[in-house]
């Protein structure tokens, strides 16, 4: 059986990234003494929270079922970048709850963060780079590749080349959204259809 092709994978973006100030490749992330390295490991992952948080149908649970705990609080599970309830009613949002320290779901009716019943809510989850389908870590790659190459090098030429890439791949991340969701993205979705006309992320 001839050779498939497979997704590319953090350290392939990172040198991508790195490739786009000049930088030679490296073998491992877990390098020492190459800034270049860690700095683009931050934008990657900064650029990864902020696209993901927009919420899509790769990362996004509907219906999914929180249940307070002995004290009748709800936390928030680790890994998620946005809770809302799917009861559009609810005045449920996210906050840092004192007596527990963690970011918890509050009830903005009955003011406290105690809750007797379970909430069922859409969670958008953060995931890891490699957890991604391939238009999302094409996407992230090339816009995270763009922002990185912004701030070391700062050259208009090369942040025109850049933003013509990063304008391709979300083209891809579209077709690719709009397909799994079987509907037009931007009736379905108006927090994708507001990032999606905003020419610069």
Do not use: C
């Not at 993901?52 to 936390?75: E, K």
Request: hydrophobic letters at 40%.
């Amino acid at each position: 059986m001839a050779l498939m092709l497979e997704y590319s994978t953090e350290l392939d973006t990172v040198n991508k990234m790195l490739g786009s100030i000049g930088q030679t490749p490296v073998n491992t992330l877990e390098v020492t003494g190459i800034g270049d390295v860690a700095t683009a490991r931050r934008y990657l992952t900064d650029t990864l929270r902020d696209v993901q948080a927009v919420g899509w149908s790769w990362n996004t649970d509907r219906n999914y079922t929180l249940s307070p705990d002995t004290q009748g609080f709800i936390a928030v599970p680790v890994g998620a970048l946005d809770v809302d309830a799917e009861d559009k009613t609810a005045s449920v949002v996210v906050r840092r709850n004192p007596t527990t320290n963690s970011m918890s779901l509050w009830d903005g009716d009955a003011k406290t963060f105690v809750f007797v019943n379970s909430v069922d809510v859409a969670i958008t989850w953060g995931f890891n780079f490699n957890d991604l389908p391939q238009s999302a870590r094409t996407y992230i790659g090339t816009l995270a590749a763009r922002r990185f190459q912004g701030q070391v090098v700062s050259s208009p030429i090369l942040d025109r080349v850049n933003q013509e890439e990063v304008d391709s791949a979300w083209l891809m991340l579209q077709r690719g959204e709009r397909k799994t969701r079987d509907t037009n993205v931007y009736r379905a979705n108006t927090a994708v259809g507001g990032f999606a006309n905003r020419r610069r992320f």
